[in-house]
């Protein structure tokens, strides 16, 4: 490689040189001469920087690793860099990157609830990059600083079991409000928002919209319908088709919508109000591969291959996070989203992290 290189700048010299030879030998011309060679050796420096890429690795952290195999898959097709991945929650993700001390177990970050994001850029832990394609993401879905950038949205509603709500004689919920009625003690199931951030989506939602003293006032009572907190996303949605609750409170896309079709359950949007969360993207501070990792967000970036992500997370096309990007119709009313202030996934996180222990406690 570098003697092809080597011989690309020998050849575009040695044409320049006749070419000026040709034209004569005035002082500005020389020096024009020089700049242009300058530039074409820029250029063929450029070129085989990201030649080198090709031979390399790249590690990714994850939320699901599997599902996104053919987008890394396809990533490694189109530029050659080979793709490793493990998984991990977004707060499992944000504990970790600390205790590690300045030495990232991955270079890019795919995934998770954006809060975890948010603080990870506060607390030094990631990379500042404007990827190509950072004007077109909607701009409450990226970092102004260039830490982090969105790459879909989750909302949050309700899954209840058909068969255990008529069994028990307990009526459909319809709103936030309805779940902290007594008849539901031990029925409900949700995550743990100090490691899911769906889950923490749920709380900021309801802290943003019953304002402070009345969402504590609320979580209080919600407590006592919960019998213990999921350790990941996915686990309220299990538990209600397995019949183990009656009611999960759960993110939603497709798949999730088609267990309507599998099993005797129900998806139910919150008439009061849907909360929701952007999940993120980000490159580690001292990432090993961090060139690898911006070509990542360069690519990932572009409509094709957001196109092929908005297909494989299966979100509602009101769920993007950039304009021209259409994926599927999960029915979603737009109008009940919670119209979010960031700074309680943000600078927010760990106070509101601290008062939900204190609540709850290890359950």
């Known amino acids: 490689m570098k003697r092809l290189k080597f011989m690309m700048i020998l050849i575009l010299i040695l044409v320049l040189s006749l070419a000026l030879a040709a034209c004569g030998n005035s002082e500005s011309k020389e020096a024009s001469g020089k700049s242009e060679v300058q530039d074409i050796v820029d250029e063929v420096e450029d070129v085989d920087e990201k030649t080198d890429l090709r031979s390399t690795t790249l590690n990714i952290v994850t939320t699901s690793g599997e599902m996104y195999s053919p987008l890394f898959e ?17 707060g499992e993700v944000l504990a970790r990157t600390r205790a590690e001390g300045g030495k990232p177990m991955a270079d890019l970050w795919f995934s998770g609830g954006i809060d975890a994001f948010m603080m990870a850029k ?6 500042q990059y404007f990827p190509e394609g950072y004007e077109e993401i909607y701009p409450q879905y990226r ?3 260039g830490y982090w950038y969105g790459k879909g949205l989750n909302i949050i509603a309700f899954i209840v079991n058909n068969d255990i709500l008529e069994e028990k004689n307990l009526p459909v919920p319809k709103t936030w409000s309805d779940l902290i009625n007594p008849a539901y003690e031990g029925e409900i199931m949700a995550a743990n928002p100090a490691i899911s951030g769906n889950a923490f989506a749920f709380v900021a939602g309801v802290l943003e919209t019953m304002g402070e003293e009345g969402g504590w006032e609320y979580f209080k009572e919600l407590d006592r319908n919960i019998p213990y907190y999921g350790k990941r996303g996915r686990d309220p949605y299990t538990k209600v088709v397995e019949g183990e609750v009656a009611i999960g409170i759960t993110y939603i896309n497709k798949s999730i919508l088609e ?16 909360p929701w969360i952007a999940e993120g993207m980000a490159i580690f501070k001292n990432a090993k591969n961090q060139e690898g990792a911006k070509a990542f967000l360069d690519w990932m970036l572009k409509n094709e291959n957001m196109q092929m992500l908005a297909e494989i997370d299966m979100k509602d096309t009101n769920m993007m996070i950039k304009p021209g990007i259409t994926a599927y119709d999960l029915r979603v009313p737009m109008d009940r989203f919670v119209e979010q202030d960031l700074s309680v996934f943000g600078e927010r996180r760990e106070g509101i992290i601290e008062r939900w222990v204190e609540l709850v406690g290890d359950k």
């Open 122 to 127: 506060n607390e030094g832990l990631l990379e």
């Open 259 to 274: 267990l309507e079709e599998q099993y005797n359950v129900s998806i139910i949007y919150p008439e009061d109000f849907i």
């Open 74 to 90: 396809k990533f490694e097709k189109d530029t050659g860099i080979k793709v490793e991945f493990l998984e991990m929650s977004s």
């Open 143 to 145: 970092d102004e600083d």
